[in-house]
């Protein structure tokens, strides 16, 4: 019996089969506002036949943004703009969609990818970034400036304002993002959080700030919707924050009411050493899975449908999330079932290219292999 195309239950929300489209920061919106971009960008993942599309990482405030071009959810004009993409996506689609919210942090004011990522100076319209400690991520970098009392304050309301407009918005999941280096996840690291108070030193100090926000996000969450997180297994670097750190943190999130955790890594120390090859984050999500007993989604070079159905049917995970592969090839649910010979209904629209009934797919796939 065919794994990935299995239903997922989290809370009252059933994903119609395993395979999660990653979130994946576009750098295209205008003052945090999303706009035609994202509405054909979202809308052919949409179409992907994935079990649920989780919007890119959206910041709870201007200044949590990595770049000045990244989505957020701040204020009733980004509220709005986001609000117009989803009406065309569900109208579209039945896809459950879902809403990734973070803070970057000391990653943030940067410029986007293809400008090559450098911090964006204050004089090019760049900004002060906040972190738990006054560490540029790489020496020399722009020094954040270390958060007080009031900043924490002050971003726990943030993420409690992001959570009800998203709410609002009727997402059907939504995930909190703290992994990568960005802020949540550099609180969890040692590397980056050299505190002296409650929020570092030992585990417990530094978990302190992620539960409080993921408590704060699942008060205002509907009870019977899913709530996520993305954290890492691993910052892949000597100091850094572990893989049984994880398993102790995520035993945690399970007692604040998370369904369903991300297990990625890395982002934390530009000197991260990764052994980077076909789905290399899988064990991470194994032993996070064991640990605390949550469902897990496995993340990082999975490609195909062979190695995604063994991750799932020999409970390394309990889902496999796609970024690359799925901007690759946005049909890649579908072809993944037809690899696998599983049962999954093309839209009526694109019926008539089901290989099924047309077998000029199949001479094709020939010639190509020929
Ligand atoms: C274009 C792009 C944008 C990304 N943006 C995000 C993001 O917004 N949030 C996040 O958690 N990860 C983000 N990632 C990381 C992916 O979600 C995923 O964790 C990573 O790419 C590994 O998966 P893959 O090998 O399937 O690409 C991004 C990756 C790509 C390629």
Known sequence: ??????????????????????????????????????????????????????????????????????????????????????????????????????????????????????????????????????????PGGPVPRAMDEADIEALLARFTASAERADRLCFDYLEVHCGHGYLLSSFLSPLANHRRDAYGGSLQNRMRLPLEVVRRVRAVWHSKKPLGIKINGSDFAEGGFTLEEAGRFAAELGAEGIDLITVSGGGVDPGQKIALGPGYQVPLAEHVRRQSGLATAAVGLIVSAAQAEEIVASGKADAVALARAMLFDPRWPYHAALELGAEHAYPPQYERAHPSIWPGAALTRADRSG
């Open 1 to 138: 019996m065919n794994r990935l195309f299995s239903p997922l239950r989290l809370r009252e929300l059933t994903l119609g089969n395993r395979i999660l489209v990653s979130p994946m920061c576009q750098y295209s919106a205008v003052d945090g506002k999303m706009g035609a971009w994202h509405v054909a960008h979202l809308a052919s993942l949409a179409l992907s036949g994935a079990g649920l599309l989780t919007f890119e990482a959206t910041s709870v405030s201007p200044e949590g943004r990595i770049s000045a071009f990244d989505a957020g959810l701040y204020d009733d004009a980004t509220e709005a703009a986001m609000a117009e993409v989803l009406a065309i996506l569900r109208e579209a689609s039945p896809i459950p969609l879902g809403i990734q919210l973070g803070h970057a942090g000391r990653k943030a004011s940067s410029r986007r990818p293809w400008e090559g990522r450098d911090p964006l100076p204050i004089e090019e319209g760049g900004w002060q970034t906040l972190a738990p400690s006054g560490l540029p991520i790489a």
